[in-house]
């Protein structure tokens, strides 16, 4: 017995959804637009988020992982649940701050996690 809906399923055509991209896809939405364009801005916030990156590439290095999207996707997802954790949740897309400004003063893992936006987004990852 067959079902005749069945027969003419669509059968998706796109792309599997690779996680470690879709993760910074979500970073960039919250905090890496907003972060990278005021830092384009402000070149006081823009070496601290080179700082950051910095950072983040020597973290990755020293836990034996590439600065690639697996390697950025883990380093970003565990600093935002280390700010869940403290009571810190990372702003919805398009709510985080705007100014330089606004962005010299946040807090260390927006900070931490604009630069893995800027990393992902040098690396062409995004």
């Known amino acids: 017995m067959t079902n005749e809906f069945l027969a003419f399923a669509p059968i998706s055509a ?16 919250r905090v890496g637009v907003d972060g990278l364009a005021a830092a384009l801005g402000d070149a006081g916030l823009l070496a601290q988020v080179d700082q950051h990156a910095a ?6 290095h020293h836990a034996g992982r590439e600065v690639d999207a697996e390697g950025l996707a883990a380093y970003a997802k565990s600093v935002a649940a280390a700010a869940q954790r403290m009571g810190r949740p990372l702003p919805q897309p398009g709510h985080a701050y ?11 893992h927006l900070m931490r996690l ?13």
């Open 14 to 29: 796109a792309p599997a959804v690779d996680p470690a991209r879709a993760l910074l896809d979500e970073m960039m939405a």
């Open 55 to 60: 950072a983040v590439r020597d973290a990755l």
């Open 98 to 108: 705007l100014s330089g400004s606004a962005w010299l003063a946040a807090e260390w």
């Open 114 to 126: 604009v630069a893995v936006c800027m990393i992902a987004e040098s690396a062409g990852l995004l």
